[in-house]
């Protein structure tokens, strides 16, 4: 989609229906027994970015998944995350370099809404450190206007989203294997916002889920651990085949070239309100 579409936010049933977080984490919870079919670490690092406005304590489920599965999950240990600031780019880079040090080996990255967009243009910036990344409803494409958060964005960060848009130059993928996971029921980010054009490292994966239970929902779970289980240097395209075509559906289904596939309000043309 040309970045210079115009968009809008998702619905207003859409945002109303991020309440649902609540029971997704409750299957969160309630899906331990199943976390341990799923593949095993093996315990290379990965660090987890949290989304715009939240701190670590955000993705300590997340983090306590990984753990579990046998890797060595780290948060960024930059506190809140209050958008694009002076230094961050430093920052992070240091954080990656320190657990790069620690363990020798490259580092997985993890970022959620936001914290997906640092993550991406992390990954750039120090593409031998990084093994893959993993974004969670990452607005990096598209109208950046075209989610719930924009005008607390530029309250809190003292510049407008085209700025930061134009500062970290979104347009450009890393040059590393990355899994773009988003939802066409997120009630906070337009999802088409959120989808990675197809090539040889890259992908995009669609799962049912609000934005903010992306983090801790079980489909979500089940592609993190299938994507940071591959070994290294042999990073290949998710499998859709079989059972799992039931879950998680071709993330270009239903479009024709040039039409947008949802309507202007924000919800699938071919969907009822708030539905996947």
């Given at each position: 989609m040309p970045d210079s579409e115009k968009m809008e936010p998702p619905s207003r049933l859409l945002l109303l229906s991020e309440a649902r977080a609540v029971i997704e984490y409750g299957a969160f919870l309630s899906s331990y027994s199943w976390f341990r079919t799923l593949p095993p670490g093996d315990g290379h690092p990965v660090m987890v970015l949290p989304g715009f406005v939240?701190?670590?304590?955000?993705?300590?489920?997340?983090?306590?998944?990984?753990?579990?599965?046998?890797?060595?999950?780290?948060?960024?240990?930059?506190?809140r995350n209050l958008g694009l600031r002076r230094g961050l780019d430093e920052q992070t880079l240091a954080r990656l370099h320190e657990l790069r040090r620690r363990y020798g080996r490259k580092i997985s990255l993890i970022g959620w809404s936001l914290g997906?967009?640092?993550a991406r243009e992390l990954a750039k910036r120090a593409p031998d450190d990084v093994r893959q990344v993993i974004t969670l409803g990452s607005p990096f494409k598209g109208d950046m206007r075209a989610n719930h958060a924009a005008a607390l964005y530029e309250m809190l960060a003292g510049h407008t989203?085209?700025?930061?848009?134009?500062?970290?130059?979104?347009?450009?993928?890393?040059?590393?294997?990355?899994?773009?996971?988003?939802?066409?029921?997120?009630?906070?980010?337009?999802?088409?916002?959120?989808?990675?054009?197809?090539?040889?490292?890259?992908?995009?994966?669609?799962?049912?889920s609000s934005h903010c239970g992306l983090g801790h929902h079980p489909a979500t779970l089940y592609v993190i651990a299938d994507r940071l289980a591959q070994?290294?240097?042999?990073?290949?395209?998710?499998?859709r085949s079989g059972f799992r075509s039931l879950f998680f559906p071709a993330p270009h289904r239903g479009r024709r070239p040039g039409v947008p596939a949802a309507s202007p309000a924000?919800?699938?043309?071919?969907?009822?309100?708030?539905?996947?």
């Open positions: 939240a701190t670590d304590r955000s993705t300590h489920a997340l983090r306590s998944f990984l753990r579990n599965r046998g890797y060595a999950a780290h948060g960024w240990q930059l506190g997906g967009v640092f989203v085209e700025h930061a848009s134009r500062t970290l130059d979104l347009s450009v993928p890393p040059p590393v294997p990355t899994t773009a996971i988003y939802s066409r029921s997120d009630g906070i980010v337009h999802w088409q916002c959120c989808v990675e054009d197809e090539g040889p490292l890259s992908e995009s994966i669609e799962v049912s070994p290294e240097g042999k990073w290949a395209p998710f499998e924000g919800v699938p043309a071919h969907s009822p309100a708030g539905a996947p």
